[in-house]
């Protein structure tokens, strides 16, 4: 297994390539070699570019049946307060224009506090919660916003190579107005000393894009006596359906 | 000036207890009038299954409407809503039990696929077309080679349809970009 050094030599030189280029890519490689895993898990032919049409222009739809308000607190999921911080998460999900994407799904996963996750497949030797499941769901109010209560994930180890550690982060999965805006991202905390040794990061090679991913400590969101908060807003891609017609609002084809 | 689209990231590892759901590959009950199953295997660059991936897809129903329906979530046995999401198993197979999704404003009918997985680090999208009657064309497949052609088109089996999902390499799929990523 590669060193961490011989990793992030591998990430400079990237990176200096990357700069004397000169062309801003503000998306993640999908061929980034020091995440090892990517290796036979990305396309070799360009993405071939492709107007939306049909149900593409349109997105699922998710109700007050789908989600239960409780769903957004991983913090009283198992009967018991999970260990270590706790903390509102909040932002707002917007399209490419700006504006609020309403009522959309949200769904969130993370590690606990000592950084393991509810996986069989999380070997990492650190201590489960009983009390911590990590995992959420929300639906975004009438401006686009998402709010939910939980604890400061750890950074967990991984095999990518010898003492590799995920800088602490939070899954985030997303739907806009039109099916072309699906995502799936990770949030990280400010400051984290594991940025730059981090090969998933890092393959966001524009560092105001990958800055995009980081959240906000905001002191008017922490609450006395009960929890911390940190704000993360979300821009989806363009949405076409307004581009390409009058928009009827909640129209369907 | 438009904001700049955050960045995705990889699905990762642990997804499996947070996205897959009771009744997540069920758009409809299996055995339901007018069920077909949409399956297929996700593999990589050596051919060789993906275990840890993550599809969905997203359709019209057969009259070649989109629906709006909540309830995705939480089925009821009842509401077709068009959203599916099946993670892949041990042998890399993903299934749907669905309704043939009907023409949209006279478009050929295709499921909308979007595919996630360990490894990858942002999201893929492609198009599942059912079969193609002899001659038939739209834009995007018209746009695209010839020989790649049919990694966007389904094939008939007993019980619906087959779509192999190829990340790298020999056949890999066709994967698209939308104006504006
Ligand atoms: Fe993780």
Known sequence: METQAEISDEIAKISREYDEAGQVETQPRVDYPPYRSSLLRHPTKDLHQADPEGVELWAPVFGRRDVDPLESDLTIQRGGDPIGERMVVTGRVLDGEGRPVRRQLVEIWQANAGGRYVHQRDQHPAALDPHFTGMGRCLTDDDGRYSFTTIKPGPYPWRNHRNAWRPAHIHFSLFGTEFTQRMVTQMYFPGDPLFALDPIYQAILDPAARDRLVATYDHDLTQPEWSTGYRWDIVLTGSHRTLMEADTEGGVA | ?181
């Open chain 2, 1 to 181: 000036m438009s904001p700049t689209p955050t960045p995705g990231q990889t699905v990762g590892p642990f997804f499996h207890y947070a996205l897959p759901y009771d009744g997540d590959r069920d758009l409809v009950a299996p055995g339901s009038p007018g069920a077909v199953r949409l399956h297929g295997t996700v593999s990589d660059g050596d051919g060789a299954p993906v275990p840890d991936a993550l599809v969905e897809i997203w359709q019209a129903g057969p009259d070649g409407r989109v629906v709006a329906r909540s309830g995705s979530l939480r089925r009821d046995g009842h509401t077709f809503t068009g959203f599916g999401r099946s993670s892949t198993d041990r042998e890399g197979a993903y299934t749907f039990t669905t309704l043939a999704p009907g023409a949209v404003d006279g478009g050929l009918p295709f499921f909308a696929v979007t595919v996630f997985a360990r490894g990858l680090l942002n999201r893929l999208f492609t198009r599942a077309y059912l079969p193609l009657a002899d001659g038939a064309t739209d834009p995007l497949l018209a746009s695209v080679p010839a020989d790649r052609r049919s990694t966007l088109v389904c094939t008939a089996d007993t019980h619906g349809f087959v779509f192999d999902i190829r990340l790298m390499g020999d056949g890999e799929t066709v994967f698209l970009r939308f104006p504006g990523q």
